[in-house]
């Protein structure tokens, strides 16, 4: 089964400077389609739950064994990392108990000596089961499960400081918000960005990708940027797709109101989202990854 941690998937992209997407799944649909479009492009891909998503599916054990059951059933060849996105403290230490191969410790709203001292424990306990880690520094903008980032820029020394705790990869705040993008949005810091990638050497990840403009995403990751969050891009071409299933009055149409059929054009959206997205960030297929590491 090709369940896997993360550290040198994401090492290898940062070196060959492309980047590996990010997913979040949010039931079985969602899941499935993230699987189907990695597997269509025969890349690897990290498929993850929030903590909100975690506990509406009914906690990390389900996710972890939905998630790997879901790749047994479909054949999936292609690696696959089960990773935890913006956890707290208590959350890590339960998706490492969970199974999960990778997590991300969030402590950016700690005061920094706390986030520290968070960070190298969850680091000491994920490696020693040999899970990866993330860390973050410097807070991303917008709002994920409650935590609400203003948006201001990593402190380059605080960056060396998490990087040197021997985490796996590094969410650093460059500009980039959660969410859908307000009109006013200044656009990454491309500035920070490469006084961040000049730093430290652990792969850089850009949260919030959903909305950047394709370009500037493009750059971040020749820059540094090896893993490319997605969920807002895959909710909205969810909820047009289904809701012009059923402004069709497709639904009305036999069994159209079936859920398979009712939640098939959404799906399907999903998967063509990641295709889209996974067809630009240049993620190398799976039979030239080892080449890379």
């Known amino acids: 089964m090709p369940l896997v941690h993360g550290t040198e998937l994401f090492a290898a992209a940062r070196k ?8 979040n799944t949010n039931n079985l649909e969602w899941t499935r389609a993230i699987l189907a479009g990695a597997q269509e492009k025969n890349v690897p891909v990290l ?14 054990e389900l996710c972890k064994g939905l998630i790997e059951a879901t790749v047994k059933a479909m054949d ?28 991300m410790f969030d402590g950016h709203d700690l005061p920094f000596e706390e986030n520290l001292a968070k960070t190298k424990e969850i680091v000491k306990l994920a490696h020693a089961k040999g899970i990866s880690v993330e860390a973050e520094v410097g807070s991303i903008g917008g709002e994920e499960d409650g935590i609400i980032g203003e948006g201001e820029l990593a402190d380059v020394e605080e960056a060396k400081t998490v990087a040197a705790t021997g985490v796996d990869y590094l969410a650093a705040g460059m500009g980039n918000i959660h969410g859908q993008y307000p009109a006013n949005w200044k656009g990454l810091n491309f500035e920070r960005l490469q006084e ?10 850009l949260h919030g990708g959903s909305g950047i403009p394709q370009e500037q995403v493009e750059k971040a990751i020749s820059m540094g940027v090896a893993k490319l969050n997605i969920n807002t891009e895959c909710q909205l071409a ?10 069709a009055g497709k639904d009305q149409e036999g069994k159209g109101f079936d859920p398979r ?17 996974i067809g630009w960030m240049g993620t190398k297929p799976v039979k030239l990854v080892p080449e890379e590491i």
């Open 16 to 23: 060959g400077h492309y980047a590996i997407g990010a997913f």
């Open 47 to 60: 498929i993850q739950t929030s903590m909100g998503a975690a506990k509406y599916m009914g906690g990390y």
């Open 76 to 103: 999936i060849t292609v690696p696959v990392i089960i990773h935890l996105d913006h956890g707290n403290y208590e959350a890590a230490k339960e998706a490492i108990a969970a199974g999960y191969n990778s997590v």
């Open 196 to 205: 961040l990638a000049d730093a430290v050497d652990v792969p850089l990840v």
């Open 238 to 247: 969810f909820a047009k797709a289904t809701r012009e299933y059923i402004e």
């Open 261 to 277: 059929k009712l939640l098939k054009p959404g799906t399907d959206a999903i998967q063509a989202t990641v295709e889209e997205i």
